[in-house]
Structures are given as structure tokens and as C-alpha cells.
């Protein structure tokens, strides 16, 4: 168990160390969680060292080198994972119930609004493959309503780059009467880089996106991303104080999903008219 602890009058007691591990940051959603991470661990009188590494061996080496330091945990952020982390104890962020349960509910949520709209046909991209709590909740609603995922993309990474290709190879091998109608993103980097893909291919394809994390880019004109917002300040909150032993009555986070204009997929009247974004859909 970690405690926290407040350096005496004297100064010569020593705050707790605490690593937060990192494999990349250029997911908008990993660095808003980075700093709530930093900020509510801080609060509690701990100071935190990032270690950021792009493989095992690199991550592995980091945890050693940090030795002197004396780290008291690590802290492992979402997309990220360690293997050596020798007899320290280590909070992974993407085990957390309640962070599972806010993407089940994301999946969902997102689902239901695609439907709302009218879309026939659904698909979902992800960075790896595999099954994730976004895709159970969202393929799980569209079955209940009497739809199924339609396709299932595969970016490979979670960058604008890969996400791009998958879309344009996804555009260009699928007949237009069998192309999905909406997407749904892991992350706001992918439904990105999708979109500027269906943007690129042109040839009057209409698609509708919906992504996860609400970065901010995701409310510029350029996209006008509807997007999942998790309440990453009380999943923090309550995942550090069950990490330090704290009993604090856990509350849950309540995630919300921001609506803007790319789940409609075309133009529709109203506000999305006067909508810089509209001629781009």
C-alpha cells in the first residue's frame, strides 16, 4: 500500500515519488489524463517523475535507472503497459472498473445517437485489434436494435496517419451500396484522421463520425467532432485514493457525450448550415 505523507517543519522528510508511465503522449486523451494525474497526486503531497518509453526494453530500463529516486509506485497511464516493474506497486489506468465501465457506457451512448439519425450501417476503428469495453457497448446496442457492426477497421496506431489509411483503404475496396453510413472512433486522433480521409477520397461520400476523449481540437470548425467526454477528475480521484488505501466513498464518473455536427454525416438545416464545417460533410 502507498501512503502519502507531509514533510515535517524541518524539511528533512522526503515526499513520496511516484512514476507515471508513458509508452507515447500524442493522444489528446492521454495527455488530459497525464495532467489530472499530475495534479490530483500533487495535491496529495507526492511528486511525480514521467517515464516515457516507445517499447518494454525502454520502459524496463527507465524503472532501474529511476532507482535512486526511491519511486514508491508507478502509475501507468491509458494505452500504456509494463511487464518489469520489479516490487513496486502499479495503478494501471486501462484496468480500472470504472474506466471500463465509462467506455461501455461510451460504446453505448454513441451507438444510440448513430441510430437516432437513421444510419443503416455502422462500423467501428480501432489503433489494435482485439475487443475493447467501447466496442462491446456499441456493437451490444446496435444488436439490440436489430443492427450489426458492419466493419470492423483496424488503423494499426493511434495516430491521424494510420487511421487515414485504413479509411482510404477501407473507401477504396468497399462498393459504395455496401460502405457503412457511421463510425465510430477509439479515440478523437482516429475519428481525425478517418474523416480527413473520407474528405480526400471525395466522390460524394457521406459519412458520419463520432470519436472518444473530446480533445479540444474537437470543437474547431475544422471537424466539429461529436465526440465522448469521460469525467476523467473523478475516475483520477477515485482509482488514487483506492491505490493509497484511502476509504473515501467511491463516486462514480459521469461521462457525457458532446454532440456537434459530425454524427449527422451530411448537411442538415439549422445551426450545421451556418456551421463552418458544413461544406466539408
Known sequence: MITSSTPDSTGSALPPVIGVVASQLFNPYQQKVLDEVTRQLNARGMVTVLLSGQTQEELTALIRRSAPLALRGLLVLPGSRVTHAGHLPVLEFDAEPELQADALQAGQVTAELLLAQGHQRFGFMQSQPGESAQKQGYSTTLQAAGRVLNAGLTAEGDDRESAWQAMMHYLKKTRASERIQALFCESDLLAFGAMQAIRDFGQGVHLAVAGFGDSEEARSPTWHLTSWSPDI????????????????????????????????????????????????H
Do not use: Y
Not at 483520477?236 to 454525416?265: C, M, P, V, Y
Not at 438545416?269 to 456551421?275: F, I, V
Open 233 to 280: 477528475r473523478q475516475i483520477t480521484a477515485n482509482a488514487i485514493d483506492r491505490w493509497l488505501g484511502q476509504t473515501a466513498e467511491s463516486r462514480g464518473g459521469k461521462g457525457q457525450i458532446e454532440q456537434r455536427h459530425s454524427h449527422f454525416g451530411k448537411i442538415v438545416p439549422g445551426e450545421m448550415s451556418a456551421c463552418g464545417c458544413a461544406f466539408r
